[in-house]
């Protein structure tokens, strides 16, 4: 159950604009595959565009970080804000860019020990240590 | 203000149980820096070890993930979990670690970006793609 | 599966504090359907009237915001907080009083932005500029 | 600095339905003190009455959870939202209620590795287990 | 005390890309004050500007949802992420569009019943009424 | 769908390091039942060590909250970060451990009101009276 349509692939293909972020999903990915949340965004067009770009921009772009390092970043976001479909899909991500069981297991670890620490500083409202200050750098 | 007494090394040396965890945290990081949430802790002791025994279990043993990226993943954790003094003790772990300015804008956009979708993807209550199943693999 | 029994009308009806709230939840939206968040709150009669009557007072009552608007604002607190059954019930209820594909796609793309800027804002620790203080308004 | 105006007492005076809430609050509580929460209410007298009505329905009747305890729970939920004054304000009034730094080094515990575990879950998205089943009892 | 450097106006012009985002931001807002959040993104002049378009694109531009509703649901949102910076920054800017102290309280009282049931509903895990499916519309 | 599996008894039986901690959950809880949690930690033993350590040494061992107690604030933490196996499995081990449904009726209400005036201090930015310093008692 969906709060808006999911527009199949002759929906996708009625809207121009629509179809056009769907080619080009499918252009980069070198796949036909295009997954529930393109097709949710479809239903605002320029939502679609935008999102579209900004995840070319940030995931797909040339940087300083792998591109399986910054998957395990969403994957670290979308489990502190209980996003179950982002855990599934950039865990499916992480994976196909070669994501290890022990390089998972590490992740989870991290995860769940930050989880942790968070829950015990708020609870005992630790001031910051001015040696943390990175204006000091 | 805090919820709890900081102990300071006073205080913490005339406890055993703390004087031994805080010995072995300047043994390790080779630093006489002891900052605020293990004084924090300190109030238990067993939970002062076993905290600070689940921290070098989980980012300093050798593993399969770069120490580098096990900070930048407690980052992300912290940052959407909205602890502040987790994101500035973490980000200055991640600047020690040889974090560049590129490396740390990218970490920002990647949080950012996961957080925009994160939000859409609940408001819209998107369906798991069932290709996305770790069970396939 | 829930954690706590789902009231159907026959055990509604059998205690005289839940039939009085169901009924006054039927008189009021003018339908016979009473949704399962109050069948769970109707275990404990007092917290089902008084969660009853808040609600009441602050999405029914007369006052200075439209009561689209306020569906809007709920969807986008549920939202942020990964209440699936809350963004589900308010964003049917939107569009009960008249919420349109248009105004949905905006309500998403502001829940998303705000979603991002929050991330980065927490990521960078910015410090809240003095010009937006209230009290010198 | 805050979005609201704080009402001092002669502000409060003025209001009768602020006035008569606060002192409710100073009789109920046998203290002239009236925190800050109460004072940014103020600005909205019926969100002020129904605030306080529902906490001492909620924290102050006769009930099944000792007083501690509800305080605890507060705490707990207060933590994990990371909610500054309400971590402040409720492990105050714990305190006052004669909550032990024993207590209060468990409910630390408690709240620290129900953080790690929910983590651990929702990155794993684990499915709950029937024998879970409430309906079953 | 932040993790990155809050570029002045001086800093600012000395970098292109920064400098006609900045131009922009006065231009647009027909205001010379360029408050930090921007200044924080300056450091990465490719998230500055991204950010800056999809802020103009969502939030300034022609809709089908008033400027100040807008506000309205940013607010709701940046509260239940407990993000401070970004509180102060939307209720300062929905003040600037109009929003009256009545509308302001009962946009509070509407974020606190969200919250309130949000909770209510995930602690019971209260199942989504068929009658909620917007498939159905 | 997970994104771990979930290893059987025959899986368990054959790594030595988690037949280890099966066995002892076993043994400490008097039951065959050994829930899906585990099931996904054991993917990686070490992680499973530690977590079930540190649940035994925080749930079960003398101390000065009540068990029942100790449950019912983990299901406070984890309804406020929306973890539903964690609800359940918590709620279960509750009324294992005697809560009665008046308890539990009174616990969901202390989340709802805790959620409730999370938000509204959130939202109007209160700041902490000096009467709540821990350091003053």
């Not at 001031?127 to 990175?134: I, Q, S, Y």
Request: hydrophobic content about 45%; proline content about 4%; some cysteine.
């Amino acid at each position: 159950m969906t709060t808006v349509k999911l527009l199949d692939d002759a929906e996708a293909e009625a809207i121009p604009a629509v179809k056009a972020v769907f080619d080009d999903i499918r252009a980069v990915r070198k796949s036909d595959f295009v997954n529930n949340f393109w097709r949710g965004l479809a239903n605002d067009p320029a939502l679609l565009r935008r999102t579209w770009e900004g995840l070319k921009a940030v995931m797909m772009a040339e940087g300083a970080l792998d591109p399986l390092v910054r998957e395990m970043i969403y994957i670290a976001v979308s489990t502190a804000n209980g996003c179950t479909y982002c855990v599934h899909s950039h865990t499916a991500a992480a994976k196909a860019k070669g994501m290890t069981d022990a390089q998972h297991g590490e992740l989870l670890a991290v995860i769940g020990l930050a989880g942790q620490t968070n829950h015990l500083v708020t609870a005992m409202q630790i001031p910051v240590d001015p040696e943390f200050d990175a204006g000091r750098r």
